[in-house]
């Protein structure tokens, strides 16, 4: 946000009109890193006339379950699409055209490995975090021993400068960097299996 932000916005449309914003996007990514900033998402939809949202919560602060549940009901109402990953990395297709496009490209990783003799031949991103953490993992577990794959990944994505959390948030009873990693974890194990 160009612009600072009181703790509590009445009226958003008094802010929103100090952006420079255009209009018909299909897609907005929203990277608000507080309540005061989220609470702006419907009146900036309504302006660019945008058919849907991904907005990342990688930190409860940003974004608590109550105005997640009125923007998501606001934005239900002029129609458009909302996804809200915690974090980034969870991302996948929820059914609106212009997320799962997105969705499809980054998000929840997914990887090709080719292995040789117990090692990691190579690591190939199918669909990568949009921090870009999936692409430094590859890189790390190529030549790896297959039994330490899991560990490495989850351990190159939380060293990675993944914005995800390091405090632990009641949601998951857990900090958001350790979901990261066991998304990461889960990628390898899958593409073991395949």
């Not at 703790?7 to 958003?12: A, F, N, T, W, Y």
């Not at 990953?85 to 998000?107: H, K, M, Q, Y």
């Amino acid at each position: 946000m160009p612009i600072a932000l009181p703790l509590v916005i009445e009226d958003p449309d008094v802010f929103v009109r100090k952006l420079n914003l255009s209009r018909a996007w299909d897609l907005v990514i929203f990277l608000g890193e507080s309540p005061s900033a989220f609470s702006l998402v419907p009146e900036i939809l309504r302006k660019v006339e945008a058919k849907a949202v991904i907005a990342p919560v990688d930190d409860y602060s940003w974004l608590p379950k109550g105005l997640e549940n009125q923007i998501r009901s606001d934005l239900s109402e002029i129609g458009v699409g909302f996804a809200v990953p915690r974090p980034f990395c969870s991302l996948v297709p929820v059914g609106t055209p212009a997320i799962d496009e997105f969705a499809n490209l980054f998000g929840m990783p997914k990887l090709e490995i080719e292995t040789e003799n117990g090692l990691a031949k190579s690591v190939r991103v199918i669909r990568g975090a949009p921090c870009g953490s999936t692409w430094y993992m590859a890189e790390k577990l190529s030549g790896a021993e297959i039994k330490d794959l899991e560990s490495k990944g989850a351990l190159a994505v939380q060293t990675y400068p993944c914005l995800a959390s390091r405090r632990i948030e009641r949601l998951f009873s857990d900090a958001p960097i350790h979901v990261a990693g066991r998304i990461a974890a889960r990628s390898v194990s899958e593409a073991l299996k395949r």
